[in-house]
């Protein structure tokens, strides 16, 4: 029985997810942006329009934080092995304009943004408080199925 074409560019891409590693897909981007804790969230919004991008990843000093939704993404040193930095969150441009948007009337949102630091508006937006990370040895379609998976529920659950 012959496959029509949709089926068969299925197929295909299928192949390809599968046999693909995160790190084949990865090679040739630009290094990780990412702000510090203790950054305001002036200077996190000029991190964003800077590189493009609509979220940043938030880094503090190992262990003396909780991760965003618990997690423990951790950077480690890659010569002598010892942790550097602890990913705490994720904050987006949503984050900051809910941010914004709770400041009351007559507030100096100028002066708020310069002073407030980003560590404080994590979790503005749900999106901020999950972290993932993605082992780069991995196919890409496995992690990608492990991220659109994890926490959906089935309906009769």
């Given at each position: 029985m012959l496959q029509?074409q949709?089926e068969?560019?299925?197929?295909?891409?299928?192949?390809?997810l599968?046999?693909t590693?995160?790190?084949?897909?990865i090679q040739?981007k630009?290094r990780?942006v990412?702000?510090p804790?203790?950054?305001s969230?002036?200077?996190?919004l000029?991190a964003?329009?800077?590189?493009?991008?609509?979220?940043?990843?938030v880094a503090?000093?190992?262990?003396?934080w909780?991760?965003?939704?618990g997690?423990?993404?951790?950077?480690s040193?890659?010569?002598?092995g010892?942790?550097?930095?602890q990913?705490i969150?994720?904050?987006?441009?949503?984050?900051?304009?809910?941010?914004?948007?709770?400041?009351?009337?007559?507030?100096?949102i100028?002066?708020n943004?310069m002073?407030?630091?980003?560590s404080a508006?994590?979790?503005?937006?749900?999106e901020?408080l999950?972290l993932?990370?993605?082992n780069?040895d991995?196919?890409s379609?496995?992690?990608?199925?492990?991220?659109?998976y994890?926490n959906?529920g089935?309906e009769?659950e």
């Amino acid at each position: 029985m012959l496959q029509n074409q949709p089926e068969k560019e299925e197929m295909d891409a299928n192949m390809i997810l599968k046999s693909t590693k995160v790190s084949e897909v990865i090679q040739n981007k630009r290094r990780l942006v990412e702000v510090p804790y203790t950054a305001s969230v002036a200077d996190t919004l000029n991190a964003l329009l800077a590189n493009n991008i609509l979220a940043v990843p938030v880094a503090a000093p190992p262990g003396q934080w909780i991760g965003a939704g618990g997690s423990m993404i951790l950077e480690s040193d890659k010569l002598t092995g010892s942790v550097r930095k602890q990913y705490i969150g994720m904050v987006s441009m949503l984050d900051i304009l809910l941010h914004v948007a709770e400041c009351g009337p007559g507030t100096d949102i100028e002066a708020n943004l310069m002073s407030v630091p980003v560590s404080a508006i994590i979790g503005r937006s749900l999106e901020g408080l999950s972290l993932w990370s993605i082992n780069p040895d991995t196919s890409s379609r496995l992690q990608a199925e492990n991220v659109f998976y994890k926490n959906v529920g089935h309906e009769g659950e």
